[in-house]
């Protein structure tokens, strides 16, 4: 079968050609529909050898959909021909954490070595994927594949985040979004599902901001040096109650946290190697912040549950499996408006 690998440190990612998987016991064979393509994977390329945790090569892709092609023995619960999400962050399933679903803070996962898909097992981004264990997928019913596997992250990451901070995010309060692509245009359709705040999308180019526009964004603010003074304009100088930053990159983190209010939240979500100085008086007083990671199980299945109420909508460009190094390539260039996803079987 193709894959996507991750072969060499520093090179580019390359369509190759390797076994066909077969299902073990207690684990799914899956036919792959879509899978995402997501910057996570480019900061993974760019990891120098030593901080590289997995051995190479590496088949990519943490945001998977796909049919049920197999089962191991063992297996119950799930038919041949099922359509499923992949849930991306596996966990050991016995610890406490995990009894409850949050296997994104399993306890025991890296004393077992235990990785996500397309980030140390192999991922989505193949004709065929093993998973390891039913419980880490999710039907998916009639949505359409395309428009649902980028949910497995792109949706489920910023559902975590703004569900942590719900009890602040009321009427009348206001949430501001930096970076508005792939996470970002799916966490203003969340804040507008879920919440009354006000929303404010911060991105550096106004093709970007007019997709946070599209998406629901109440108002659209070039993310630039002047982006902290605009954004405490529009909130009479008071600042935001919730700042969800999807870069992560040193200049937004450091916005952030010049546009959060007293007693707000900022929580960084991006990778981009920024950090946010917390201690008395180098943030508003009461400013909580964290850092989240991906979702639990039940998390996934409500963003599910939205998406099949038509309450959000992942824009979405798509490529052949043979066209992914190109779809890399452009996002890492910042050409990609939305989600790319890979069809490796379309």
């Known amino acids: 079968m193709k894959a996507v690998q991750y072969r060499?440190?520093?090179?580019?990612?390359?369509?190759?050609?390797?076994?066909?998987?077969?299902?073990?016991?207690?684990?799914?064979?899956?036919?792959?529909?879509?899978?995402?393509?997501?910057?996570?994977?480019?900061?993974?390329?760019?990891?120098?050898?030593?901080q590289i945790p997995f051995p190479l090569p590496l088949t990519l892709?943490?945001?998977?959909?796909?049919?049920v092609a197999a089962l191991g023995d063992g297996v119950h619960g799930l038919s041949e021909g099922d359509s499923v999400a992949v849930y991306g962050p596996w966990?050991?399933?016995?610890?406490?954490?995990?009894?409850?679903?949050?296997?994104?803070?399993?306890?025991?996962?890296?004393?077992?070595?235990?990785?996500?898909?397309?980030?140390?097992?192999?991922?989505?981004?193949?004709?065929?994927?093993?998973?390891?264990?039913?419980?880490?997928?999710?039907p998916i019913g009639g949505l359409d594949p395309v428009k649902t596997v980028s949910l497995t992250d792109a949706g489920l990451t910023p559902y975590h985040a703004i569900k942590r901070s719900l009890p602040k995010l009321v009427p009348g309060s206001t949430a501001v979004v930096i970076g508005t692509g792939g996470l970002g245009h799916v966490?203003?359709?969340?804040?507008?599902?879920?919440?009354?705040a006000r929303v404010i999308g911060l991105d550096v180019t106004e093709e970007k901001l007019d997709l946070a526009r599209a998406v629901g964004a109440h108002e659209a603010v070039l993310s630039d040096e002047k982006a902290a003074a605009h954004v405490l304009e529009l909130t009479g100088g008071l600042g935001a109650h919730v700042v969800l930053d999807f870069v992560g990159a040193p200049?937004?983190?450091?916005?952030?946290?010049?546009?959060?209010?007293?007693?707000?939240?900022?929580?960084?979500?991006?990778?981009?190697?920024?950090?946010?100085?917390?201690?008395?008086?180098?943030?508003?007083y009461g400013t909580?912040?964290?850092?989240?990671?991906?979702?639990?199980?039940?998390?996934?299945?409500?963003?599910?549950?939205?998406?099949h109420a038509g309450a959000v909508d992942v824009h979405v460009e798509t490529y052949s499996i043979d066209e992914a190094p190109l779809a890399y390539e452009r996002l890492h260039d910042g050409r990609i408006n939305g989600r790319a996803v890979i069809l490796p079987n379309g």
Not at 256 to 272: E, L, M, N, Q, S
Request: hydrophobic share 45%; with cysteine; glycine share 14%.
């Open 8 to 50: 060499a440190v520093g090179e580019a990612p390359e369509v190759v050609t390797v076994p066909d998987p077969e299902p073990g016991p207690g684990q799914v064979l899956l036919k792959v529909t879509a899978a995402g393509v997501c910057h996570s994977d480019i900061a993974v390329m760019s990891w120098p050898a030593d």
């Open 251 to 284: 200049p937004t983190v450091k916005t952030a946290g010049a546009v959060a209010r007293v007693d707000g939240d900022v929580t960084i979500v991006g990778i981009g190697g920024g950090a946010l100085p917390v201690g008395f008086g180098s943030l508003p």
């Open 187 to 196: 966490a203003i359709q969340l804040l507008r599902a879920m919440t009354a």
């Open 61 to 67: 892709g943490h945001e998977g959909v796909g049919t």
């Open 91 to 138: 966990g050991c399933g016995i610890c406490v954490n995990c009894a409850e679903g949050r296997e994104n803070y399993c306890l025991r996962a890296k004393e077992l070595g235990i990785m996500p898909p397309g980030l140390g097992a192999p991922g989505a981004m193949a004709e065929y994927m093993i998973v390891d264990d039913p419980r880490h997928l999710v």
């Open 288 to 307: 909580s912040v964290s850092a989240p990671y991906w979702g639990s199980r039940k998390e996934l299945a409500e963003v599910l549950d939205l998406a």
